[in-house]
C-alpha cells in the first residue's frame, strides 16, 4: 500500500527510526507542528506535542520515553550551522511562550 504523502510503500516505523542516519529529512515537519500549534495558550502548545507524540509512540508500540532520549541527541544535529529550524523554534518558544 502506498501512503500518498510519502509516495512509497509503507515501512515499519521502528525500521524507518533504526535505519535513519540523518535528522535533516524531520527539522521542517517539526517546525510544522509548532506552526500547527500557535493558535493555542502557550501550556496547551507544549503539552498537546507532548501528548501527540506519546500517543502516536504508544499507538505504533514505540516507547515514548525512549523517543524523548532519541529527540535529546538528535538536537545538536539539528542545531547545524546550516539550518535554521531549531533556532527558530527555540526563538518562538522563548520570545513568544515564555
Do not use: C
Not at 521542517?28 to 501527540?52: D, G
Amino acid at each position: 500500500m502506498i501512503h500518498p504523502a510519502w509516495g512509497s510503500s509503507l515501512e515499519p516505523i521502528a525500521l524507518a527510526l533504526a535505519a535513519r542516519t540523518s535528522i535533516a529529512s524531520i527539522r521542517e515537519p517539526a517546525f510544522k507542528v509548532v506552526h500547527a500549534l500557535q493558535r493555542e495558550r502557550p501550556s496547551v502548545q507544549i503539552e498537546a506535542a507532548f501528548l501527540a507524540a506519546a500517543i502516536m509512540a504508544q499507538a505504533a508500540g514505540l516507547d515514548p520515553h525512549e523517543l524523548i532520549e532519541r529527540a535529546n541527541r538528535q538536537i545538536p544535529d539539528a542545531d547545524a550551522a546550516y539550518t535554521t529550524h531549531a533556532g527558530a523554534i527555540r526563538e518562538y518558544t522563548r520570545g513568544e511562550l515564555i
